[in-house]
Protein backbone atom coordinates (compact mmCIF):
# COMPACT_ATOMS: atom_id res chain seq x y z
CA UNK A 1 0.00 0.00 0.00
CA UNK A 2 1.17 3.47 -1.02
CA UNK A 3 1.92 6.13 1.70
CA UNK A 4 1.97 3.89 4.64
CA UNK A 5 5.38 3.67 7.22
CA UNK A 6 7.38 1.18 6.63
CA UNK A 7 8.69 0.46 10.03
CA UNK A 8 5.55 1.82 12.07
CA UNK A 9 2.20 1.38 9.91
CA UNK A 10 1.27 4.82 9.90
CA UNK A 11 -0.94 6.07 7.65
CA UNK A 12 -4.03 8.55 6.68
CA UNK A 13 -6.74 8.64 8.67
CA UNK A 14 -10.26 9.97 7.25
CA UNK A 15 -11.88 12.04 10.09
CA UNK A 16 -14.97 14.25 10.77
CA UNK A 17 -14.91 17.73 10.75
CA UNK A 18 -17.85 19.32 12.87
CA UNK A 19 -19.20 22.91 12.18
CA UNK A 20 -21.30 24.34 15.42
CA UNK A 21 -22.83 27.45 15.48
CA UNK A 22 -23.58 28.91 19.15
CA UNK A 23 -22.46 30.53 22.35
CA UNK A 24 -21.69 27.50 24.97
CA UNK A 25 -23.34 27.35 27.95
CA UNK A 26 -20.87 27.95 30.08
CA UNK A 27 -20.34 31.59 28.56
CA UNK A 28 -23.95 32.02 29.12
CA UNK A 29 -25.04 31.44 25.82
CA UNK A 30 -27.84 28.06 25.20
CA UNK A 31 -25.26 25.70 23.69
CA UNK A 32 -23.17 24.85 21.13
CA UNK A 33 -25.28 23.01 17.64
CA UNK A 34 -23.85 21.26 15.01
CA UNK A 35 -24.80 22.50 11.77
CA UNK A 36 -22.52 20.18 9.43
CA UNK A 37 -20.15 17.47 9.16
CA UNK A 38 -17.66 17.02 6.42
CA UNK A 39 -15.26 14.30 6.27
CA UNK A 40 -11.68 15.25 5.47
CA UNK A 41 -7.85 13.66 5.49
CA UNK A 42 -5.40 14.01 8.72
CA UNK A 43 -2.39 12.92 6.78
CA UNK A 44 0.28 11.24 8.48
CA UNK A 45 3.78 12.88 8.89
CA UNK A 46 5.62 10.64 5.98
CA UNK A 47 8.88 11.37 4.30
CA UNK A 48 10.49 9.18 1.61
CA UNK A 49 14.14 8.48 2.50
CA UNK A 50 16.76 5.75 1.50
CA UNK A 51 17.61 2.80 3.84
CA UNK A 52 19.62 -0.20 3.95
CA UNK A 53 18.03 -3.23 4.93
CA UNK A 54 19.89 -6.05 5.95
CA UNK A 55 18.46 -9.94 6.38
CA UNK A 56 20.57 -12.65 7.16
CA UNK A 57 23.73 -11.00 5.92
CA UNK A 58 22.47 -9.91 2.67
CA UNK A 59 21.92 -6.00 2.43
CA UNK A 60 19.50 -4.48 -0.26
CA UNK A 61 18.85 -0.83 -0.75
CA UNK A 62 15.64 0.76 -0.63
CA UNK A 63 13.54 3.83 -0.82
CA UNK A 64 10.32 3.41 1.46
CA UNK A 65 8.25 5.99 3.30
CA UNK A 66 9.30 6.58 7.03
CA UNK A 67 6.70 8.20 9.69
CA UNK A 68 8.52 11.09 11.49
CA UNK A 69 8.75 9.04 14.52
CA UNK A 70 10.24 6.16 12.79
CA UNK A 71 13.07 8.51 11.64
CA UNK A 72 13.42 9.52 15.27
CA UNK A 73 14.02 6.01 16.23
CA UNK A 74 16.52 5.05 13.35
CA UNK A 75 18.76 8.29 14.40
CA UNK A 76 19.39 7.14 17.54
CA UNK A 77 21.13 3.39 16.18
CA UNK A 78 20.35 0.19 14.02
CA UNK A 79 16.57 -0.84 14.06
CA UNK A 80 16.05 -4.75 13.52
CA UNK A 81 18.95 -4.37 10.49
CA UNK A 82 17.98 -1.22 9.38
CA UNK A 83 20.00 2.14 8.98
CA UNK A 84 19.41 5.21 7.03
CA UNK A 85 21.54 6.50 4.49
Do not use: D, F, H
Given at each position: ???????TGKKN?????????????????????????????????????????????????????????????????????????
Amino acid sequence: MSRECYLTGKKNLVVNSVTRRGKARAQGGVGRKVTGVTKRVQRANLLKKTIRETVNGKSTVKTVWLSANALRTLSRGPYKGIELL
